[in-house]
C-alpha cells in the first residue's frame, strides 16, 4: 500500500512500474476518445477515464466543461475509486489529456493524484508491460469530494483576470493560433487571444515524450518576463486541455494560486461580440 501524500505530481514509468502492484493504486487512462473494446492496449490493470462523456458536462455548450460535484464523485466512484487511493494518470499522447484529469482532481478536493511522465508512448518504449482492455466492473469506491471553485474560472472570471494587474493569463495554443495566423480547429470559431495574455505553447515544456527538467522549465517561465507582482498565474488554451499542461509544469515549479479557464479560448472567442 501506497501511503497517502506520498506521491507527487508527476512520477516516472519507473515509479509507476515497481508500485503497480500496491492494493490501493489505481491507474487510469484519461485518452480522449478512445474506443475501449479487446483491441485496445493499456497499462496493465488500467480504468479507461471518459472525458468527454462521464467527467464532463455534455449539456454545456462548450466541450469539456467542468461536470457538476455530484456527477464527478458518482462517476469516480463507479471506477472504484476510494478516499485512500493513489491515482496515476496516463494518456496515449505523452503528457496530454492526462493533465486535465490530475487538474480535475484537484479541483474536486482530491491530492493523491499523479501525471505518468511520459504516459503509454514512453511506457511502450521502456518496453513495459501492456495487456488489453476486457469487460470490467468495479466495487463502488467510497471517494467523497468537496469543489475547490478557485482553481477554475469562468467567462465572468476571465474578465476579472484580464483587469487584475497582479494577475497573468498565459495561453497554450501554438504560437501562430495565438497571433492570430491561422484558422481555430473548431469549426466557426474566431480567430483571436484573450486581451492581457502571453503565449507559452505547451508543446515547448517537453524533451520527446516528457517533461523537461525542473530547472529548465523554471527558465521558461522566467522568459515570460511576467512581471514579479503578477501573484496569480491563470492558463487558458483552445478548450481546456492543455491549459492543465501549464498548471501542471507551473505547479512542479513550485508556483502558487494557478487557476485554469475552462472554456478557454473555445468560450470566450463565442462569447465576446
Known amino acids: 500500500m501506497i501511503e497517502k501524500n506520498q506521491i507527487s505530481n508527476l512520477v516516472s514509468i519507473d515509479w509507476l512500474h515497481t508500485n503497480m502492484n500496491a492494493s490501493n493504486l489505481i491507474i487510469l487512462d484519461a485518452t480522449i476518445n478512445k474506443v475501449v473494446d479487446e483491441t485496445a492496449i493499456r497499462i496493465p490493470n488500467a480504468r479507461f ?14 466541450p469539456s466543461t467542468l461536470p457538476s460535484k455530484e456527477q464527478f464523485e458518482k462517476e469516480a466512484q463507479n471506477l472504484g475509486v476510494n478516499n485512500n487511493s493513489i491515482i496515476v494518470i496516463y494518456d496515449d499522447k505523452g503528457v496530454y489529456s492526462s493533465a486535465r484529469v490530475w487538474w480535475l ?41 468537496d469543489l475547490n471553485s478557485k482553481l477554475m474560472t469562468n467567462f465572468e472570471g476571465i474578465h476579472h483576470f484580464i483587469e487584475d494587474q497582479e494577475a497573468q493569463i498565459i495561453d497554450a ?10 484558422d481555430e480547429p473548431r469549426v466557426g470559431l474566431r480567430r483571436g487571444t484573450i486581451p492581457n495574455s502571453k ?26 518576463e511576467m512581471g514579479k507582482n503578477k501573484r496569480t498565474l ?15 509544469a507551473a505547479t512542479l515549479c513550485n508556483y502558487k494560486n494557478l487557476v485554469v479557464y475552462d472554456g478557454s479560448w473555445t468560450e470566450y472567442g463565442s462569447l465576446i461580440e
Open 49 to 62: 477515464f471518459d472525458i468527454k462523456q462521464k467527467f464532463s458536462d455534455t449539456s454545456a455548450p462548450f
Open 105 to 145: 482532481f484537484k479541483v474536486f478536493g482530491f491530492n493523491d493524484v499523479a501525471v505518468l511522465d511520459g504516459g503509454l508512448p514512453e511506457w511502450k518504449l521502456n518496453n513495459f508491460p501492456v495487456d488489453y482492455y476486457t469487460d470490467e466492473t468495479y466495487s463502488k469506491g467510497n471517494i467523497e469530494i
Open 173 to 182: 495554443r501554438s504560437e501562430a493560433r495565438f497571433k492570430c495566423l491561422v
Open 199 to 224: 503565449n507559452l505553447p505547451y508543446t515547448t515544456l517537453f524533451d520527446g515524450n516528457t517533461f523537461k527538467s525542473i530547472n529548465q522549465l523554471s527558465i521558461i517561465f522566467s522568459n515570460l
Open 234 to 248: 491563470v492558463f487558458s488554451c483552445g478548450s481546456g486541455i492543455t491549459a492543465c499542461i501549464l498548471a501542471l
